[in-house]
């Protein structure tokens, strides 16, 4: 019915609040690691379960150049959310239009 | 920093492709229960755990008349993560705008 497996693993890391926030300030720009966990009020290995999280789904990239480990966001996997809720949408509408093509029928008959 | 407190639960319900596959059939119209479950190879408590999860997050709405249990989509969670994917959008294009900014200013230190 949709050929959207990893929708699984992206929509499970936007279920919460501090990877959500990592991928807004990521949205700003690339960062590293320790300049993302400033802002949270978490020790470093509980931060980076999330970090991992969001790269395992695929929505972050990292890369370590000597001992820093830099995260950028990666876009395609919110095109791949934004392709579901259009699907979604589409469906709705299709609905929408099968709904006027009955009444417009209907007005016919009723001429 | 984001006031999108119920998308922990939209999130999480539509990480399940049952879930999804059950938002994408309301999407053509309200069904029942019984309707809602015939395509899943699912023992009927096992599903009901999932209709549960999705009427939890906001994402549809069940009615019961009688016997039957009526489900409808309720698009204004979808809404809700629309609006949180075209602030990370906004944040992105913000971002290029700066970028652009910077190199025209370049381009003007140049010449």
Do not use: C, N
């Given at each position: 019915?949709?050929n ?16 959500r926030a990592v991928?807004?300030r ?19 290995p ?5 970090i ?7 929505l ?8 820093v480990?830099?995260c950028a ?9 934004e392709a ?7 469906l709705w509408e299709?609905r929408?239009d099968r ?5 417009i ?7």
């Open positions: 019915m949709e959207y497996q990893q929708l699984d693993g992206i929509f499970q890391a936007l279920a919460d609040p501090t990877r991928l807004s990521l949205g700003q720009g690339p960062a590293s690691i320790s300049d993302l966990a400033r802002p949270f009020d978490m020790a470093l509980s931060f980076m379960k999330h991992r999280f969001l790269e395992g789904s695929g972050i990239q990292t890369h370590k150049a000597g001992r480990r830099t966001i990666d876009k395609r996997q919110f095109a791949a959310v579901w809720l259009a699907d979604q949408r589409a299709g929408a709904l006027e093509q009955f009444v029928a209907e007005q016919d008959k009723a001429k």
